[in-house]
T-cell receptor
Framework: GAVVSQHPSRVICKSGTSVKIECRSLDFQATTMFWYRQFPKQSLMLMATSNEGSKATYEQGVEKDKFLINHASLTLSTLTVTSAHPEDSSFYIC????????????FGPGTRLTVL | QKEVEQDPGPLSVPEGAIVSLNCTYSNSAFQYFMWYRQYSRKGPELLMYTYSSGNKEDGRFTAQVDKSSKYISLFIRDSQPSDSATYLCAHAGNMLTFGGGTRLMVKP
């Protein structure tokens, strides 16, 4: 099956700093990548959808200036949490899809962010 | 009403039991459904992908869609402790619409 990687798997940072998370599709070209957030014992919450070379589409309530998404190539998307605060501590998961909406989304292993 | 709903569980069964996990959905236009398995602190892993009504079988797993009642099911035969995880159903449209997930615990 298709493989999606995320880096780092875990990050601890101080309040006010910025953190970048990378998402890569290793063996396929992802025209669309998605970023999710998941709190403990809750389901995944979609934050934004990004298509290669285009601006990301953010879900309602997600601050685009705080969560910067770049999808510069067909195999790489990055999420930057700017000026992180403790309430941003969460599990961030990306997924990638090769084709249209009928294609499968493959998920990365997730990144656990802890903001002190 | 949420578009896709799941009982959060937890569901606890003995090893070897048949497990039935269920979801309901609200939009009768939905056609593509997926089941994902998520282990603790890991990303979701695709288990099954179904289209429209009917059954689909893969090893110990069977996915079923009943469009008339807007009901999606995942059956696990001969359940193993390694099946202990959270199971997420999802409708696949332009984006995935997830149910809340059901926690399954299979006890040896």
């Amino acid at each position: 099956g298709a493989v999606v990687s995320q880096h780092p798997s875990r990050v601890i940072c101080k309040s006010g700093t910025s953190v970048k998370i990378e998402c890569r599709s290793l063996d396929f070209q992802a025209t669309t990548m998605f970023w999710y957030r998941q709190f403990p014992k809750q389901s995944l919450m979609l934050m934004a959808t990004s298509n290669e070379g285009s601006k990301a589409t953010y879900e309602q309530g997600v601050e685009k200036d705080k969560f910067l998404i770049n999808h510069a190539s067909l195999t790489l998307s990055t999420l930057t949490v700017t000026s992180a605060h403790p309430e941003d501590s969460s599990f961030y998961i990306c997924s990638a899809r090769q084709g249209d909406s009928t294609d499968t989304q493959y998920f990365g292993p997730g990144t656990r962010l802890t903001v002190l | 009403q949420k578009e896709v709903e799941q009982d959060p569980g937890p569901l606890s069964v003995p090893e070897g039991a048949i497990v039935s996990l269920n979801c309901t959905y609200s939009n009768s236009a939905f056609q593509y459904f997926m089941w994902y398995r998520q282990y603790s602190r890991k990303g979701p892993e695709l288990l099954m992908y179904t289209y429209s009504s009917g059954n689909k079988e893969d090893g110990r797993f069977t996915a079923q869609v009943d469009k008339s009642s807007k009901y999606i099911s995942l059956f696990i035969r001969d359940s193993q402790p390694s099946d202990s995880a959270t199971y997420l159903c999802a409708h696949a449209g332009n984006m995935l619409t997830f149910g809340g997930g059901t926690r399954l615990m299979v006890k040896p």
